[in-house]
């Protein structure tokens, strides 16, 4: 099953992340399928860019977000319906 989770980078204590969508048995930081954004945590405001479009069609042909990139999708529609 594909899944859209986050996947670390950065150096330690100072994490950034790309948003990608993956084969679940992989592991968090290896091999994926296409990346549809990122997230950086520690800028103030955080930083946050996701490519919806392609996020809503891999849902539509079954892709599952990890808890996670949900509330962050949820965050970028409404940071998107305020603008």
Do not use: C, H, W
């Amino acid at each position: 099953m594909v899944r859209i989770r986050l996947s670390r980078r950065g150096a330690k204590k100072k994490p950034f992340y790309r948003v990608v969508a993956s084969d679940q048995r992989s592991k968090r930081d290896g091999r994926f399928i296409e990346q549809l954004g990122y997230y950086d945590p520690m800028k103030n405001p955080l930083e946050l860019k996701l490519d919806l479009e392609r996020i809503d069609a891999l849902i539509a042909k079954g892709a599952q977000p990890s808890d996670t990139v949900a509330r962050l999708i949820e965050r970028a529609r409404g940071a998107g319906a305020e603008s």
